[in-house]
């Protein structure tokens, strides 16, 4: 008995000990624009599982908070970005921190520790639609987390895009970074702010997206291998583009005066369908990379030592707009159900090893709507594929991602089950006008996964299935 007691507490000292070796400032992006959502104690106890003690949110749902309290991780509510006109009312600020962040912060509540105001308000595609109240929404936040005295713990920040600073085409090193011309007076006002109030710049870097918008952009750039031709800027040898950026920004930064701030990497990471770079190997890549460099606590040339880091993202979500890409829809390192998609190990330390899995976890049914070659009258094929992935994620199908190998009648088979997989299998969305038929085999071929969907009391299926007829017929007939 002594020996097995013995072996117990070996083996227990072992867990822990891995537990506790996760990377100091490393967190996840949990996004939940999802058509199926795993419980958030679930999420939460998986967190737990694979020691990540930081999490950056996209909202402030009460559900989701509530699954935090007690577990002390770090977590970084949100402002969406339609709500930052609201917040440049004072006392609609202070309702909103009193609702959202005070009412948690009690012994065994939820440890938050930043209010992330808007995302990404000031990109260039969004045409100044934020500008005019994004700087009145942080003041407002950070001024209502003083108020409530909880100011110099909770900070208000503001996650950014890359695009906010540019080095000049004519001088493109980091040395040369500024904020972009025309948000440089705003960008100034927004960090001077930051700076009194001890609270940090958020930014977010994508390398992939680098690659992604530039067809001569060197492909060994975006990752962390010196597999590429460095970039010499005085001296100073650039040799991946995660580098270079963050390094932009801070001389961005120090041309403005606040050279010192703290910066946080809201969101970096690798996606792994939706486009001929966006895969397993090349996200294990990236990762391996990454990982180990926040471990060492590396920095960059111009920032040494310690950055705070989230990684995006947790889940993949299958109800994101595909505006950027058809990527957008698969940036986590969990698959939709909480099975981790690659080794990865988060203690930096390169091990083959997978992440923990989201326990118990309840799956629909097993069974699959494909298409059925018996069907005579294929005029209307087309018409219903499309309409399948109108309500569903048809992303894996396209050029370069892991369903692109499909024949035709494979195609029209994953948009069917994917549709009637969103629709929770109701028999009614298995029918496509005769050219759909149910069946109990799985039809997922070695590249191509035609999934089963998760049982979630959060069900946000695109329509009831009533509407979504109705639809089909609307657009089929009129």
């Known amino acids: 008995m002594d020996r097995i007691e013995g072996l117990c507490l070996f083996f227990c000292c072992i867990v822990l000990g891995i537990l ?18 795993l419980p958030p104690n679930t999420v939460v106890q998986m967190l737990k599982d694979n020691g990540i003690q930081k999490v950056k949110l996209f909202d402030a749902d009460e559900s989701t908070l509530s699954a935090f309290a007690g577990t002390n991780i770090e977590v970084m509510v949100a402002i969406p970005n339609g709500d930052l006109a609201a917040m440049i009312d004072y006392k609609r600020a ?13 012994n065994g509540g939820v440890n938050i520790k930043y209010v992330a105001v808007g995302n990404e308000p000031f990109l260039k595609s969004y045409n100044g639609t934020f500008e005019n109240y994004t700087l009145p929404a942080l003041k407002n936040i950070q001024n209502a987390l003083n108020e409530a005295k909880v100011g110099d713990t909770i900070k208000a920040t503001v996650p950014l895009n890359a695009d906010v600073y540019q080095s000049p085409e004519n001088n493109p090193v980091p040395s040369a970074g ?5 948000i440089a007076d705003l960008m100034t006002q927004m960090v001077q702010f930051l700076s009194q109030n001890n609270a940090p710049f958020t930014v977010n870097i994508y390398p992939f997206l680098s690659l992604y918008g530039s067809t001569g952009f060197p492909f060994d750039y975006a990752f962390f291998d010196g597999g590429a031709t460095p970039v010499d ?3 100073i040898k650039y040799t991946n583009v995660f580098d270079a950026n963050f390094d932009t920004l801070v001389s961005a930064l120090k041309a403005a005066g606040f050279g010192n701030i703290p910066i946080i990497v809201g969101e970096v990471g690798w996606p792994t369908d939706g486009d001929i770079n966006a895969n397993i190997n090349n996200a294990v890549r990236f990762y391996r990379g990454l990982l180990p460099r926040i471990a060492s606590n590396t920095g960059t040339p111009l920032r040494p030592g310690y950055i705070e880091m989230y990684l995006f993202g947790l889940l993949d979500e299958d109800a994101k707009t595909v505006a950027p890409g058809n990527f957008e829809r698969h940036w986590g390192i969990f698959r939709y159900d909480g099975q981790p998609k690659f080794p990865m190990d988060l203690t930096g330390q390169n091990r083959d090893v997978y992440l923990v899995a ?3 976890v309840k799956y629909l049914e097993n069974r699959w709507c494909m298409f059925n070659p018996n069907a005579n009258d294929l005029s209307k094929l087309g018409d219903n594929i499309n309409f399948a992935c109108t309500f569903a994620d048809c ?38 006008q005769g050219l759909a038929k149910l069946t109990m085999q799985n039809i997922s071929t070695a590249n191509c996964n035609f999934t089963i969907q998760i049982a979630s009391s959060g069900l946000r299926s695109s329509a009831p299935v009533y509407f979504s007829l109705l639809a089909l017929v609307t657009y089929l007939f009129f």
């Open 358 to 360: 989201a326990k118990n």
């Open 20 to 37: 506790s070796d996760r990377v100091e400032g490393l967190g996840v992006n949990w996004g939940t624009q999802a058509f199926h959502k």
């Open 395 to 432: 992303t894996p199908l396209g050029y370069g991602s892991s369903c692109n190998g499909l024949d035709a009648n494979g195609n029209a088979s994953y948009a069917f089950n994917v549709y009637f997989q969103t629709q929770n299998q109701n028999l009614q969305a298995c029918d496509f």
């Open 178 to 182: 500024r904020f972009r011309p025309d």
């Open 233 to 235: 800027d005085n001296g």
């Open 94 to 106: 202070k309702r909103w921190v009193e609702k959202n962040v005070t009412r948690y912060n009690f």
